[in-house]
């Protein structure tokens, strides 16, 4: 098993894009990294939402009920913060708060690099969230309500 250190988690998970990415496909390789690395410490019965928490001190993740999109992550008093929408179901909650560290963890990879759309950080952004839950869910994405449904592997 991995062991990642409480304080150092996010940058370890940042120093995993070791060159610069050209491409969407580079983007997705370090994705790849990143993903088996946090999973390796995500293995605890500590429920995920707690467990990122606990692995990333500066992180703070709530559950809202009114919020005008499904998820949303930012910087602010000295935190990073996640906000998620309550109204929908609990495994969006996983797929969610991963999809938001993601745009965490690529904050300064995204200001240094402007040749990627938003449309390409997204997607990476979903990349890493299906990698991190599999291989225990299987992710159906459905782009055209922007939500994610699971079913569990057979």
Do not use: C
Not at 70 to 87: E, K, P, R, V
Not at 113 to 129: I, P, S
């Amino acid at each position: 098993m991995t062991t990642i250190h409480t304080t150092g988690t996010l940058p370890r998970l940042r120093a995993l894009a070791t060159t610069t990415p050209t491409s969407v496909a580079d983007l997705r390789r370090v994705a790849r990294r990143q993903a088996r690395l946090l999973r390796g410490v995500l293995t605890s019965k500590t429920p995920l939402l707690t467990r990122l928490v606990e692995l990333i001190p500066t992180l703070r993740i709530a559950v809202l009920d009114k919020m005008p999109v499904d998820s949303t992550s930012f910087w602010g008093n000295q935190h990073w913060h996640i906000h998620i929408h309550a109204g929908r179901l609990p495994s969006f909650h996983h797929f969610a708060a991963l999809h938001e560290l993601k745009h965490i963890i690529d904050h300064p990879l995204r200001q240094r690099l402007t040749t990627f759309t938003d449309a390409d950080w997204e997607t990476v952004a979903d990349y890493f969230a299906a990698q991190v839950l599999t291989p225990a869910l299987q992710i159906r994405f459905t782009r055209l309500e922007r939500r994610n449904t699971y079913e569990p592997s057979q």
